[in-house]
């Protein structure tokens, strides 16, 4: 257990929504906050043994949540990189790696919405027995699919063991396919309603499973405690999915006024992932997306903006979801996401809101974190700056001076060093002249790699 914490003199976002309290104060104790407010308002008189920070010029926030991950996605171009090109253990250790950069880019908390075997679930595991360093992760197994659906990717012929996607048909493989991720430990369930631009078989206007099959699915899933995220496209496809009670609209690129209607009265949240569509079409062609896939997205992209806004006037809860890993949106840089959030009418505030408090509730998670106040896991982020003036500071690892988790520093700029990490205490800081040592660089293996990376 990291020790205690007073971080005073900052500006103070809590994640409620309500304005920042200038010159704040949180205290840290036993991993929890125990009390947040203006700095005479915190005291820790009668406390010597504690980390102090004086936050001055910065600001502190909770950390934020990424409610569409996919962690054994890396440097994805086309349907066969998710599933096809590399071993399920080679994905295994990616997805290690990829929820460790959440965490150190200041996402502390993540839904898993698709993984190949049960990788998510095993990463979630060695996270929270301490031998991996990562976010707190709501995992999930194999996209729930139909035959000629979504995350049905290959041919007849190909019989791919260690896929994406989960073939069912009917009420009955549906079910089955629900009980067999609760068996081994998915708290999360990911249906499609309809498909996408990078699926081999169907698009994003295609509706693919049924009403009754999603209604089916839901009901076994919340018979176990477990949500559901349904990916879901085309205007019917997002009503069905609504109609059949998912928890979760992820993408919902072309609603209408009925479907808004819909997913209103139903509360359901939308996790609209903006950033992945825009940058399939505006990046996609430089790091080698194929051009038939970047031509399906352009399609969508006007209409799919219409919709976040129709959402957003419509007071739809929004959470924020970054379906990173593809070549052009790597999971170091998720927080473009509240950019073009922004861009699409969002204020900052409701950007970290969706980034905070709504994705701790999409997770379940709402009584432990998305919020700082007493009693929430110590789960926060100091930046150098105000992102509500500027909210493309969260994506900047230079302004991010710290994270933490459980009120022990986990990335930032003021990250622990390697070393420290190892020997599980703090050293003596490096002389400011010093200059970091040859024998510090880590040669990234191959697998690791960017695709700008091995070209040099
Ligand atoms: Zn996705």
Sequence with gaps: MARDLLIQNARVIDG????PIEHGSVLVEGGRISSVGTIDAVSAANRTDLRKL???GL???????????HGVYQDVTCWEDYDLRRSIEHATILAARNAQTLLEVGFTSARDTGTRGMVGIAVRDMINEGVLVGPRLLAGG????????LADGYGSWIDNRASLGRVVDGIEEVVKAVREQVKYGAETVKLEASGTGISPYSDSRKQTMTVEEMAAAVKEA???????????QATESIKNAVRAGVDTVEHG??????????????????????SVLDLYVTRGPDVGVPQWIVEKFQGDLVEHRQSVKMALDAGIPMAVGSDSGHAFNPQSEIAYELEMMVDAGFTPMQAIESATRIGAEV????????????????????????PLEDVRMLRDPARLVSVYKDGALAGGRAAPRREELELGYELAPRPASAEPDESDAIERPCCLKTSEELEH
């Design 59 to 69: 600001t502190v926030m909770t950390g934020m949540v990424d409610c569409h991950f």
């Design 54 to 56: 004086d936050a001055t």
């Design 142 to 149: 194999q996209i729930i699919t139909t035959t000629g659906g």
């Design 253 to 274: 690129s072309f609603l209408d006024e009925e479907g808004t209607e819909l997913m209103r009265q139903a509360a359901t949240v939308l996790v609209p992932t903006i």
């Design 16 to 19: 409620s929504g309500s304005e």
């Design 363 to 386: 997770i379940g998670w709402e009584n432990e974190i998305g919020q700082l106040s007493p009693g929430m896991f110590a789960d926060l982020l100091v930046v150098d700056g105000n």
């Design 222 to 232: 919340h018979r176990n405690g477990v949500r559901v995220a349904c990916h879901a």
